[in-house]
């Protein structure tokens, strides 16, 4: 007797499905894998206000880093309230539209908060009130709410990208108008005037701008023209930096080469090398000024061989004078300072009481500078900031570097380490504490470092 009951059909006899047609009513497609979606999503919500406020933003960081209000002033003697035209607007979107708490996402938005606050505190115990209240307006106002509009406003990676491009671009600029507007002193080349007038001055200005465009250049989806432009600016730009004679210039390109070759990949570190070694074979023929003030560091016995040697060991023992007189003012006031902008004033009394000329010169390093003119918590606020900074670009990269879907974000944190370290060690022998230049590089690794903590967790990882 069969095992199939009677009235049931036999397996062989049961009819396949039909396939999927327009008649069943039914729509099969095939599945897909799931691809992973793209980390430079926009992942922000769409806010009118907040990209209003990022327009005005990235407006604002052209003009400053572009060095066009100067510009404007020097060519035409046309003055451009950047601050009020491009800053506050900017400020009002981002305090409105929802993204003033971005600020204190890390601790940096707190160290900046606090030295802002210091600097402010330090007025009342000024050698010179009007004077220190006067510098404390430009500084908040012009320089500083740079880093506030930037860490509010810059959501996402595309934007600081934008940011990070806006900074070249600006750099490029400069390097055009260098040429017609720039001037050789003894040996030196800076811009005719401005605030990047002085050699070393204009050295940095170049050297914090040029891991921009190593950014732009070793990006691979960035078009050949586009590459061949970054190239030639980044060769201009190295040109300028040897025709300044800057030993804090070369030493800035020292560090950018050595920390290029820490983290980059081995292609950077090939292009790296070659670079490096014709800079170092043609710097004799190209920049003999700069050879000249060098020497003296390899060779003790060339300080007397030219101008340029002895001018340089001169230039040595005057700031390391300066660097001690500023350890003395700080000591002397270590809570609030002799108030911001007000060392050469205190100097200057220092060299009466004992009898020597004044020097009347600045501390020639940012850090004694804060220390001496705003206390020492302001000090410590500010190195918060710098190496703070620092860090939060180094453990981006750290973590995003081997993550193929986060490789230009690692790219962005890499060069923006970069430009972080050039400051921080040119401020070891200039005076920047009150420029745009620290709160433009906190305020994007601050920006950077909060939009990717957004898109990973957006993409669940």
Sequence with gaps: MSRFKAGLPRPDAIAPPPPPSSASGLRVSRIEPARPKSVLTNVAPVNPLQSIGFFFTAAYLATLYGFLSELLDIVGHIHLPVAYIFGVPALLAGAFGGRFSSLFRTRVGYYMTFFCAFMA??????????????????TILTEYSIFFLIAMLASTVRRVRILMYTVAASCAIDLLVAVPYGVTIKGRFAFAAGSLANPNDFALHMLIGLPFFLLIFFDKRTAALLKLGAAAAILGMVYLTLQTGSRMGMICLLIIGVFTMMKASFS?????????????????????????????????????????????TGSTLGRLDLLQRSLEVTLQHPVFGVGIGEFADAEAGLAKSEGIPARWQVTHNAYTQVSSECGVPAFLCFVAVIFGSLRLSLRLYDRTRRVPAYHQTAQMALNLALATACLAVGMFFDSLAYTYYPPVVAGLSVALWNASQDEQRAQGS
């Excluded at 505190?121 to 430009?138: D, G, M, Q």
Aim: hydrophobic content about 55%; proline content about 8%; charged content about 10%.
């Design 268 to 312: 950077q570190r090939i292009a790296l090398a070659v670079l490096t070694l014709s800079v170092v074979v043609a710097l004799p023929a190209v920049a003999p000024e700069t050879w000249a003030r060098l020497s003296p560091m390899f060779n003790p016995a060339a300080t007397h061989q030219s101008y340029a040697a002895r001018e340089a």
């Design 121 to 138: 505190a330090s007025v009342p115990f000024s050698l010179v009130h009007s004077a220190s209240l006067l510098l404390l307006k430009s």
